[in-house]
């Protein structure tokens, strides 16, 4: 089990911030093809890809991950060097411990157990790796599901090694997530003198009421497995920065997280009319993130609750909580797909840091995981 701490130091000690693999998935490529993997590497714009691959029958188990982590922040702040890996009271501390460098290593050294022990298993085992996920996402997972998706190949069973766990290792796993659907409204007024406002036409004004029932609107209530959808505001700004001048636009950002039971066109139509109730004159641009995805309760996530429960000894509850990840990418040619990681606690922070006692039980985890699905 030392080896999966050996290889998440190899991972870690690699600056690779988004969308810079450096080194890893050549590390990662070099270990599999040892134990009989394919490796084809999909390049697309400066974004690093591999997709491994070893049997060719289904069921297809896959695994997969990002190597790029965010940036640190200020480097003086850490306790110790970012991509130092250090080993302190019980804990490793390095950017990308948690988010998600050592569930690849687990994935890797689980498959090396695995193949090992089972030579002859029936099925495919397979690695989706990307360097993309935390910046724009455009030339990374999406592009490989693309691909895959044109040749016919799909996807079993997919493990997506997200930090998922809230306090400790197995006590979460993600089945879903939610669809993030983000838009930037500006409502046009006529700009003027704030003392002779009958001269000119304030947006601010004219867009508050609408903004009040966009954020007082009930737009569901959720299913067994997602919250509601919500609306949030995230910016207004408007304005010349002079306090006697009624400005000529207001620009307000907002963002909807949204469950299976919202699709991006109703949440579009429902905002259009809203706006247009009040008889704005507005301008306004969508961007989606993604949709939401859902596997429910079944073969998968049993083996998930069973293996975690045979190895952490707690008992795993489904969530679709949180941000978004490239699972919505990959439900697309997945048949079933969950996420479970590390404790969650410290990504994306100064000293990212995971339990060292973690490490050799969730690459047991997915070990038992791999034997239960391609036994």
């Not at 050592?102 to 099925?123: H, K, L, M, Y």
């Not at 997972?141 to 044109?150: I, W």
């Not at 975690?308 to 489904?318: A, F, P």
């Not at 047991?364 to 391609?374: D, G, P, Q, T, W």
């Amino acid at each position: 089990m030392n080896d999966s701490l050996s290889l998440a130091k190899q991972l870690l000690s690699e600056q690779s911030i988004t969308p810079d693999d450096k080194n890893c998935q050549k590390i990662i490529a070099e270990r599999l093809q040892k134990i009989g993997f394919t490796i084809e590497e999909m390049y697309f714009g400066q974004t690093k890809n591999i997709w491994a691959r070893l049997g060719n029958t289904a069921p297809v188990v896959c695994f997969a991950g990002h190597t790029d982590v965010v940036p640190t922040g200020d480097v003086s702040q850490w306790t110790f060097d970012p991509f130092t890996p250090t080993e302190h009271n019980g804990k490793l501390y390095a950017r990308g411990t948690a988010d998600m460098k050592t569930a690849i290593a687990c994935f890797v050294t689980a498959c090396e157990r695995f193949v090992a022990q089972n030579p002859d298993f029936s099925g495919s085992l397979a690695l989706l790796i990307t360097s993309d996920e935390e910046g724009d996402a455009h030339d990374g997972t999406t592009k490989v599901v693309d691909a895959l998706k044109q040749r016919g190949e799909l996807i079993d069973y997919c493990i997506v090694g997200e930090p998922t766990a809230v306090h400790v290792l197995g006590d979460t796993l993600k089945n879903g997530r939610r669809g993030s659907l983000s838009g930037s409204l500006t409502v046009q007024g006529k700009q003027g003198h704030i003392a002779y406002p009958h001269l000119a036409h304030n947006p601010i004004h004219a867009a508050a009421p609408a903004l009040a029932e966009l954020a007082e609107t009930e737009w569901d209530t959720g299913n067994a497995y997602f919250p509601a959808t919500s609306f949030q505001i995230s910016n207004i700004n408007g304005g010349t920065g002079a306090t006697n001048v009624i400005p000529a636009t207001v620009n307000v950002k907002f963002n909807f997280r949204f469950s299976t039971e919202q699709t991006e066109d109703s949440l579009k139509q429902r905002v259009h009319a809203i706006l247009d109730k009040y008889g704005l004159t507005y301008d306004l641009v969508w961007s989606l993130s993604g949709n939401p995805f859902l596997t429910e309760a079944g073969k998968l996530t049993a083996v998930a609750q069973q293996a975690i429960g045979e190895i952490c000894g707690v008992q795993t509850e489904l969530s679709t909580t949180g941000g978004t990840s490239d699972g919505r990418f990959i439900k697309a040619i997945a048949r079933e797909l969950i996420e479970l990681g590390f404790v969650n606690a410290t990504i994306h922070q100064i000293d990212e840091h995971i339990s060292l006692d973690d490490i050799p039980k969730l690459s047991a985890v997915y070990e038992k995981m791999m034997i239960e699905l391609l036994k």
